[in-house]
């Protein structure tokens, strides 16, 4: 079993809809999770952390933790063309270091 | 958070050559610094642990007498790929990690590239 598993994708999402990213981890101990955005031949930039169960809200950005059911997502709200992207989830592990999903891929269609 | 910088951006090197790659920590005072390596269209693979004054730490897999790695301060550590052959062309990334947020700050990358 994967550490962080997400769907490769491509999800397709009509521009000004609402895309939804999921992930799921399994080290239950695990108390830090990240979004990440990466384009094409870039590194990876931080998108939203959260730390705590429930909603995350920063602006189009809403990141959900559910520990119980070691499950987080991302919501991205009015998608634009320019959120298009691979999205990796991450998740926090011991020694500072960060465990990545092999990410998914969002497409915003015009 | 921290600016990372990596040199070069790119490079391209014949087989048999080895290859070093910088990443430097511009702002913040690194004791650990992460390398990562990337193939085309899969995820982040991470190699390997660089700790300021000790040894790395690598990940299971990863030769670490052909990715030798040295975090000689807090604000630079290196990779040098040996002997580079085409399977080792990839991307590789380097990052700082906050210990209390297990946040990571990622450098631009290094596109390698073996003929």
């Known amino acids: 079993q994967k550490e962080v598993e997400q769907n490769s994708g491509p999800l397709s999402v009509p521009e000004g809809a609402i895309a939804s990213l999921n992930c799921t981890y399994s080290d239950r101990g695990s108390q830090s999770f990240f979004w990440y955005r990466q384009y094409s031949g870039k590194s990876p930039e931080l998108i939203m952390f959260i730390y705590s169960n429930g909603d995350k809200e920063d602006g189009r950005f809403t990141a959900q933790l559910n520990k119980a059911s070691q499950y987080v997502s991302l919501l991205i709200r009015d998608s634009q063309p320019s959120d298009s992207a691979t999205y990796l989830c991450?998740?926090?592990?011991?020694?500072?270091?960060?465990?990545f999903g092999s990410g998914t891929r969002l497409s915003i269609r015009p | 958070g921290a600016v990372v910088s990596q040199h070069p951006s790119w490079v391209i090197c014949k087989s048999g050559t080895s290859v070093k790659i910088e990443c430097r920590s511009l702002d913040f005072q690194a004791t650990t610094m992460f390398w990562y390596r990337q193939f085309p269209k899969q995820s982040l693979m991470l190699m390997a642990t660089s700790n300021e004054g000790s040894k790395a730490t690598y990940e299971q897999g990863v030769e670490k007498d052909k990715f030798l790695i040295n975090h000689a301060s807090l604000t630079l550590s290196t990779l040098t790929v040996t002997s580079a052959h085409p399977e080792d062309s990839s991307f590789y990334i380097c990052?700082?990690?906050?210990?209390?947020?297990?946040?990571?700050?990622f450098g631009p990358g290094t596109r390698l590239t073996v003929t």
């Open positions: 991450a998740v926090g592990s011991s020694a500072s270091k960060i465990i």
């Open positions: 990052s700082t990690g906050d210990r209390a947020t297990y946040e990571q700050y």
